[in-house]
């Protein structure tokens, strides 16, 4: 079955845009993961949904990021405001099961973002 | 705070050595850790994971090793390609659902 799903793969934007970023998990995981990958600081978590729902959103930088997620399937990651410290992959991951449970994320191939 | 270290950064092999990558980490509290492989440009593909109750796991020529109660993993693997070639992460999952990563090692291995 296809694996998870991310787009653009590439956006270049000037500083001070908006972006979106989307997710599109696979099908029927209920847990989906936002993290970033930028050069010296390793990947990082940013946001976690399981359904719906955000219980921990404690990786998010500053008020300029936000995610949703509805129908429990696509995830959208906004950042307004975009400063050339956001240049980063962006990465996000998925899991068929509820909390505490031992199922392992797959990820997308992520979305290189470059801030000029 | 739970944080993950991965020695060596970088390693360079020939082709058909056996070869181990470390990781480590802070806070022996763990629920489960996951080795994963990234290609340039790639996302990351799962390997191995190993539960908390578990002190290894086997896949084809991998296998991870968990002390948990020293903070160490260890990557296995047995009869290196060039297809290998990839950055390895470690990363381990405590009492949240988020997974904390070690900054990798890139490992080369040469025809």
């Known amino acids: 079955g296809a694996g998870v799903s991310q787009s653009p793969s590439n956006k270049v934007t000037e500083k001070g845009k908006d972006v979106e970023l989307r997710c599109d998990p696979i099908s029927g995981h209920t847990a989906l993961y936002w993290y970033r990958q930028s050069l010296g600081q390793g990947l990082e978590f940013l946001i976690y949904?399981?359904?719906?729902?955000?219980?921990?959103k404690s990786g998010l930088p500053s008020d300029r990021f936000s995610a949703e997620r509805t129908g429990g399937s696509v995830s959208t990651l906004t950042i307004q405001r975009t400063q050339q410290e956001d240049s980063a992959v962006y990465l996000c991951?998925?899991?068929?099961?509820?909390?505490?449970?031992?199922?392992?994320?797959?990820f997308g191939d992520g979305t290189r973002l470059s801030i000029l | 705070k739970q944080e993950v270290t991965q020695i060596p950064a970088a390693l360079s092999v020939p082709e058909g050595e056996n070869l181990v990558l470390n990781c480590s980490f802070t806070d022996s509290a763990i629920y489960n850790l996951q080795w994963f492989r990234q290609d340039p440009g790639k996302g990351l593909t799962s390997l191995l994971l190993i539960q908390s109750s578990q002190r290894e796991q086997t896949s084809g020529r991998l296998n991870a090793s968990l002390d948990k109660s020293s903070g160490r993993s260890t990557l296995y693997i047995a009869a290196s390609q060039p297809g290998d070639s990839a950055t390895y992460l470690c990363?381990?999952?405590?009492?949240?659902?988020?997974?904390?990563f070690g900054k990798g090692t890139k490992l080369t291995v040469n025809p």
């Open positions: 990363a381990v999952k405590g009492g949240s659902e988020k997974l904390v």
């Open positions: 991951a998925s899991s068929p099961g509820a909390a505490n449970s031992n199922q392992p994320q797959h």
């Open positions: 949904f399981q359904g719906n729902s955000a219980p921990d």
